[in-house]
């Protein structure tokens, strides 16, 4: 090892002591809220973080199978109640389906996505950007029912 790399393998090892030092001095003396968030993390979220998914609990459709499960044959009308801020709806179903829905926002104009499954067989996923109260339309290709379940995830 040269003269050069072992002043800058010893440059290094200062400066990681200092940033410890720094770090553990600069610690708080409680032992925090588990369920708290930094405010840099959700500065950072805001610049980009993913989204938040709707909760299924806040969706109504006449199709409803129970809390999240839409069973349905031809179409269902989705209610989604108003989540507060740009969420998105995650649809997901073993077989092929369609969503309408229009855009968030001041855009006047409605969003159509067919949905088919993966090939890895993990089914069809929709996601659904919503940022107020809205009715998103889903329609089953065919003459069989569809299967849909909203998901928080």
Do not use: N, Y
């Amino acid at each position: 090892m040269s003269g050069r790399q072992k002043a800058l393998l010893a440059t290094l090892g200062v400066l990681l002591v200092a940033l410890f030092v720094v770090a553990v001095g600069a610690g708080r003396g409680d032992r925090g809220d588990p369920a708290g968030r930094p405010g840099l993390v959700d500065r950072l979220a805001g610049l980009g973080g993913e989204r938040s998914a709707v909760d299924p609990a806040t969706v109504a459709a006449e199709c409803a199978d129970g809390t999240g499960r839409l069973v349905f044959v031809g179409g269902c009308v989705l209610h989604v109640a108003d989540p507060g801020g740009l969420r998105t709806l995650i649809l997901r179903s073993p077989g092929p389906f369609t969503v309408a829905a229009p855009a968030p926002g001041d855009a006047e104009f409605t969003v159509r996505d067919e949905v088919e499954p993966a090939a890895d067989g993990t089914g069809a996923v929709a996601r659904v950007a919503v940022d107020g109260a809205t009715d998103i339309v889903l329609t089953c290709p065919g003459v069989g029912g569809c299967a849909v379940t909203v998901v928080p995830s």
